[in-house]
Structure formats: C-alpha cells, structure tokens
C-alpha cells in the first residue's frame, strides 16, 4: 500500500531497473580507472560505453542457472558488448559492484528525504508564524500546567526537524561511500587508484578501508537518522491526535469535501492521518534495528546482511518520503480553534498561576514550604469545588496579610508568561 501511495520518484530508485543500472555505471566506471592506467584499449572502452546493456528479463533468465545475480548481470552485459566484455568486472568481486551501487541508491534517496524534511520545515516555520501570539495551554503529563502560544509548539518542531536535517545529511554523507577493492579488501588484483578514480566519477568517496564490503556501521547510521526522523513525526502527529479530541478540540486535520470518518457514525472526524504515521514510525524503528544488526558479521564477509537490506533499503526510505509529504500536508491544512484555546486557558479558574503566586509570597520572605502550602490549599479548594482561584486567595488570611488584593490581582497577568516568546523565536529562526 506505501509503494502505491508513495511520490513515483523515490520508488523508481528501488526498482529493479534501476538497480542494475546501478551496477553497470559500476562497472563501466571501473572499465574507465583501466583504461586511463592503460590497461584496457580506448577502442574497447568506447564498444563497452557504447553497447553495454541488459534487460531484467535476460538477468533473471541466466540466474536461474547460475544461482547468483552479479554473475547472470554480467553474463548478460556480455551478451551486448562481444568480445570486449572480457575486461568488464576485471579484479573486482560482487561486493565491489553490490555495496558501491547500494550507495548510489542510498544516496539518491537520502537527498529526496533531505527534501522532504525541508518541504516539512518550511510548513512548520509558516504556521509558527501564523499562530506566534496565540495563547494556548501548556500541558504536562497531560493536566494543564501553564500557556505557551500555539506558535510554540511550530517552532519546537522545527527546531528539532532542523536537528534531524543535520542528522539526514550527515548519514547521507556517511553512507555516499564506494568500495572496489576486491575480493577480501586487500587490491590484491585492482590497485587502489583504480577505486579511487571510480569512486570519483560515480560521485562516491572511496571506503579508506574495506574487507570484502563497505562496513555496515555505515548503513546502520543512515537508518539510524531515518528512524529519529520518524520518531520526530510521530511526535506531532501524537500531538495533534491529541488536539483534536473532542474534549480538546484545539486543533484537527484537513477533513475533505466527501470525506468519511466512520462506517457507522455519521459524525466522525478522526485523526486517520496522523495516526497512519504514528504506526509507520514504528516500522521506521524496526528498519533501524535491523541495519543494526547487520553490524556484526563474520570475518571479512558473510551474506546475512543482503536480504535484510533488500527490504528496509526501499522499505525505509519509501515509507518515510511517503510519511514526510503525508505530514506536511497535515500541518499545511491543520485547522486551528483558537477560540477553544481560550476556553481551556479559563477550565481551571486561573488555576495556571499558581507558581506565581509561589513565588510572589517567597519574594515577600515566606518559606518556600510554607508559601506552597498557602497556595496549594486554595488550589486544591478551586479545583475540587470549580471555585475562582484568585478570589480564593483574596480571601486567604495568610495570603492577603501577605500580598494584599491588589498585588494578588497583579498576579492573574496572561502576558507574564508570554513576554518571551519573540525572543524564542529569535532563537529558533534567526
């Protein structure tokens, strides 16, 4: 279903198609570093260029023979370029063509992702914006604690998608690294030279040591980076799912023309697409523990890790290109109730200022303890009888000897707690 849904882009990289491409541009590429040693003629190096080929078709067909897919892949490329195919894979090993074209791949759709991510930051920065002076309550351990401003929450995701920007780029950066160095790493029949002068032209850096592979802690970091972003995803998406309760109701997502939120009821508007997300985050998770695992493998080389990476290379990155659009259409559309805002701001009578009420009595010489205990009283009278919080402590001997009603009333001041959100934003997007 996530392949069908997905932008087509992201999975003609995966395609089989593709991937032998991969492995030829490997190949024709190393015919080039021999070539420019002197060890293949121009002539023969120009009839490779110009006839090398293949079909998907032919590759499966001869590997149902052979059991192996780089022998029938290049017993195929034979069958186009004749006798000048002779030089082609010449000193190089399967690894050499697998990992250094799993690298192309992983590359090619990282920047996708990379692009992804900034098409995401971009709609986060606009609704920061759009909502920087909004009050909303700030919730801990889902109870009301104090207000922020609905922009705040944009900002937070931002600032930590652009975390996840830096993360994505360097895993990419990590992860675009070739390796032609032959059977057990050792150039014993491919000189270095040959491996760096391809590496260059496929726009690789060549592994500064390898063994029969490219070593997976590479890889590992690269799904690594994939899962944190989802997990960054699944956060807001957590959060809005959250909003949009109907007892909330601060915020909900885009509901269509025509759309329908249950079989049964009639009147449902459910967060089907954040919790969409919520799940692809844990398949995200699962890649990562898997490339992972691939870590460890036997001596220079076993093959453990290959079918694993044959599903979370197309599976991971496809899943998260498809959960970052999916996202950012969430957020672009994300309809907001800043009116229901305010009525939660007002459900606990004022209950929000009790820590500075705190620590207005401290700043009046009372104990920390004994000051706590004043302001609790009256905030648990308040929230157990739904009675107003400030006249409770205009009407508390102990508070008002202290502080008096006018200075309690001071106290009751919405702009306290939002006198630096400016700056937070300086912060987060100068």
Known sequence: ???????????????????????????????EAWASAGKIPEESLENIRRKASFTVERIEEIEEVTKHDVIAFVSTVAEYVGEDARFIHMGMTSSDVLDTA???????????????????????????????????????????????????????????????????????????????????????NIPPEMEEFACQRLGLKPAPISTQIIQRDRHAQFFAAIAIVGSTLEKIATEIRHLQRTEVLEAMEPFGKGQKGSSAMPHKKNPILSENITGLARLLRGYCLSALENVALWHERDISHSSVERVIGPDATIVLDFALARLTRVIEGLVVFPENMRKNLELTRGLWHSQGALLALVD????????????????LQAWEGREDFKELLKKDPDVARVLGAEAIEGLFDLSHHLQHVDKIFERVFS
Request: glycine fraction near 8%; charge should be positive; hydrophobic fraction near 45%.
């Open 364 to 379: 009046r010489g009372v104990a920390r303890d004994t000051a706590y205990e004043w302001v609790q009283r009256n905030a």
């Open 1 to 31: 279903m996530i392949r069908r849904y997905t932008r087509k882009v992201m999975g003609q990289i995966w395609s089989e198609e593709n991937r032998y491409r991969k492995w030829l541009d490997v190949e024709i590429a190393v015919c």
């Open 102 to 188: 799993f690298a192309l791949q992983l590359k090619e759709s990282g920047q996708i992702l990379l692009d992804g991510i900034r098409a995401l930051m971009d709609a986060l920065r606009k609704r920061a914006f759009e909502f920087k002076h909004t009050p909303a309550m700030g919730r801990s351990h889902g109870i009301h604690a104090e207000p922020v401003t609905f922009g705040l929450k944009f900002a937070l995701w931002y600032a930590e998608m652009e975390r996840n920007l830096k993360r994505m780029a360097d895993a990419v950066e990590i992860v675009s690294c070739g390796k032609i160095s032959g059977a057990v790493g050792t150039f014993a």
